[in-house]
């Protein structure tokens, strides 16, 4: 809310919006904040590409939403090694 | 006052373990202790400005739960809708039940959750407090 480190921080820093559901509320606060966005990821996305998974508890995960986590956790990692091999300035 | 339904308002915070406490002692009362008259406000939509969000927490009680002392569900809440009926902040109750990193934040273990349903029963009763009012 306005946080001025985290504000400096979203603005200095490269930033990746991982957003749950279509609302990407990560992504919007993100631009509101003129950050530097470089990538986003939707929940709602890995769960269409990967349909035999389905999650069901919400609090604490159950092994299919632990599979879910672990295969967006990569994709985010693969793009976090694709903007570093691109070079893409800080 | 007079109130059907109490939204209750978490941390989004990822920077300690007492944001992960935060969130799941709001699932725990959503879905478990209270899932019959309370509802949450997602604070990243809140944030953004979503009309429902502010309408619901401008018109029905909240519950502020934060993580940290920069409390920003609660200023936020305040900053757009009123003010909040209730504010929890789980580093100071920690704090007060002398318990010292209670958990990984990325996932709770044993002792994360027992810390995040004692703070649970403290949103209950702050719940159950503003009913009786």
């Known amino acids: 809310m306005g946080d001025k480190d985290a504000v400096r921080s979203v603005r200095s820093h490269r ?43 919400v609090t604490f995960l159950d092994e299919d939403g632990r ?21 893409v300035v800080s | 006052m007079s109130a059907s339904e109490i939204g209750v308002v978490s941390c989004s915070g990822e920077c300690c373990v007492e944001g992960t406490i935060s969130r799941i002692a709001t699932r725990l009362v959503l879905e ?36 940290c002392e920069k409390k920003c569900a609660k200023n936020a809440i305040e900053k757009y809708s009123g003010k909040t009926a209730r ?13 010292e990193n209670p958990s990984p934040r990325r996932e709770l273990n044993e002792e994360g959750v027992e810390a995040a349903l004692k703070v649970a029963e403290e949103v209950v009763a702050a719940i159950d407090d503003i009913f009786t009012r």
């Open chain 1, 15 to 57: 930033c990746i919006a991982v957003d749950g559901c279509p609302n990407e509320c990560s992504r919007k606060n993100l631009e509101l904040l003129d950050a530097k966005l470089v990538a986003n990821f939707r929940v709602v996305d890995i769960l269409r590409e990967n349909r035999a998974l389905k999650p069901s508890a």
């Open chain 1, 67 to 87: 599979k879910l986590a672990r295969i967006l956790a990569e994709k985010i990692t693969s793009k976090i090694d694709e903007l570093n091999h691109k070079g």
């Open chain 2, 32 to 67: 478990k202790l209270r899932p019959n008259n309370t509802v949450t406000i997602c604070l990243p939509l809140f944030s953004i400005g979503e009309k429902g969000e502010r309408m619901f927490a401008k018109n029905f009680p909240t519950v502020a739960v934060d993580g």
């Open chain 2, 87 to 99: 504010s929890l902040i789980v580093f100071d109750l920690l704090k007060k039940w002398k318990i």
